[in-house]
């Protein structure tokens, strides 16, 4: 029983994560052969939000009015961990200028989505388990590109607040050792509901999805309940609390992990550097421990294995390899860029921002309007950005196994490509032992923050009597 309180309330190890959001991307393709997405879905509830609040079809113009079923799922299962873990995340405080960051990130990130044909999500999480070409290079442009957007923030002096999560356990411990920079945005004295901007923004926040909520529940919606019927509904609001429990115990979010493996070579051999930044212990010792990373590659991995069973076994064609977005083009290679300014300034990616959404965290709450302001530009031009972004493909293939003319090849290259995969997560589980001086076990089977003091206290302190690790 002890046990069991214990996983309810603390954070989990990064790797859990990974199952968790793995299972739920598996669950999506089993039933509908394609992988989770939401970049669209945030722009067809825009539209029917708009609709149904002013009667007006101004979104209406590129998406239709929908709902997106795992999208809410993920909100709600972050309001689940805040539940049972005690701690909605609304007492920490952000600097004015870190909250306009978020919007304008917000903003640059689905703008885009809409150049790069799909969020990180789709690219990073499902793209990459499909072995689309397209999102390979989204990805690799993404690991420079997020690599000059966080010299830019911490640049602007917010490094400190790029985490992978945050708890208050944490901030008072880290406080009390002398980590300042960790326990950025706790103040004993601030009342979030005092907050005239956070209370607007959780106002427009609950008008929004509570609209969409009546619109879903409705008949006209593709995706309403009565469209789906009860069955679809549930797997799909069930796909949302498995990924949203598992990215919100502990912080998974592409815009942190696929900084990871660069940021781990170089703080090993350069920490100072990015002491000068400001970067916090924990992102530091995050990075050097290669635990976002080593989670995205177990959900990629997972996700991978069922497609390569459902395409070979089954004749299921592979995700993302029939629409014009799917061919590599020079849309995808600026949208990357966008999504990684978008994903440092808004602290994490889409899917992560909607988990923070349900943790309460004010950044995403302010990157909510962000995103709608974003797709304005779309609105107006889609027919030109789409056939500017999209109409000339750089290749006439979209999947590495089309690079071989017959099957066996497909096979081959397929079956490398795993092997690979897999390669990438020893390597990563490696170079995590050797940047946290941890053994595998002990830096994979607590959560990050608490096995991190441990190793501050151990390389750097004698014990105190204010300095107890007791949560």
Excluded at 36 to 59: K, N, P, V
Excluded at 70 to 95: C, M, N, P, T
Aim: charged share 15%; hydrophobic share 55%; aromatic share 14%.
């Amino acid at each position: 029983m002890k046990d069991m309180e214990r996983w309810l309330r603390w954070q989990w190890p990064f790797w859990v994560s990974g199952v968790f959001v793995g299972l739920a991307e598996v669950l999506h393709y089993v039933r509908h052969h394609t992988f989770i997405t939401f970049t669209t879905s945030i722009g067809q509830m825009f539209a029917g939000a708009e609709m149904l609040l002013f009667g007006t079809t101004f979104f209406q113009k590129a998406f239709q009015p929908d709902i997106n079923w795992v999208l809410l799922g993920v909100i709600f299962g972050a309001f689940l961990v805040a539940l049972a873990e005690k701690e909605f995340r609304s007492w920490v405080r952000y600097e004015r200028r870190a909250l306009f960051l978020s919007f304008l990130g917000a903003a640059l990130f689905s703008f885009g989505t809409r150049l790069a044909g799909g969020c990180t999500t789709h690219h990073v999480l499902g793209g990459l388990a499909a072995m689309n070409i397209a999102s390979l290079v989204v990805t690799g442009v993404m690991l420079a590109s997020a690599l000059i957007a966080l010299a830019v923030y911490a640049r602007l002096g917010l490094a400190y607040h790029f985490k992978p999560q945050e708890s208050l356990w944490y901030a008072r411990q880290a406080r009390a050792l002398g980590l300042d920079d960790d326990a950025i945005g706790f103040d004993e004295n601030y009342r979030p509901e005092r907050d005239t901007l956070r209370r607007s923004l959780l106002g427009l926040a609950l008008l929004f999805f509570g609209t969409t909520l009546v619109g879903g529940l409705g008949k006209t919606w593709p995706h309403s309940l009565f469209s789906l019927g009860p069955a679809d509904f549930l797997l799909l609001l069930f796909i949302g609390l498995l990924a949203g429990i598992g990215v919100a115990k502990t912080g998974f979010g592409t815009g942190c992990g696929i900084m990871t493996p660069e940021l781990s070579i170089m703080l090993q051999r350069r920490e100072p550097a990015f002491l000068r930044l400001r970067v916090n212990y924990l992102t530091r010792n995050m990075f050097m421990g290669m635990f976002p990373f080593t989670a995205i590659l177990v959900a990629i991995i997972m996700l991978n294995v069922a497609v390569l069973i459902g395409w070979l076994v089954y004749g299921i064609p592979l995700p993302a390899s029939r629409e014009p977005r799917d061919f590599l083009t020079v849309g995808h290679v600026l949208g990357a860029v966008l999504m990684a300014f978008g994903s440092v300034f808004m602290l994490g990616c889409e899917i992560r921002n909607y988990m923070r959404l349900g943790l309460g965290y004010t950044t995403a709450l302010a990157a909510l309007p962000g995103f709608a302001l974003g797709y304005v530009p779309y609105v107006f031009f889609k027919a030109s950005i789409d056939r500017w972004a999209w109409g000339r493909p750089f290749l006439a293939i979209t999947s590495l196994p089309q690079l071989a003319a017959d099957p066996a090849g497909q096979r081959a290259i397929a079956f490398l490509y795993l092997a690979l995969l897999l390669a990438f997560l020893l390597a990563s589980l490696a170079l995590g032992i050797r940047g946290t001086g941890l053994p595998l076990r002990e830096a994979n089977s607590v959560a990050l923050e608490r096995v991190m003091l441990k190793k501050f206290l151990r390389g750097h302190l004698t014990f105190q009597p204010g300095n107890s690790l007791k949560g």
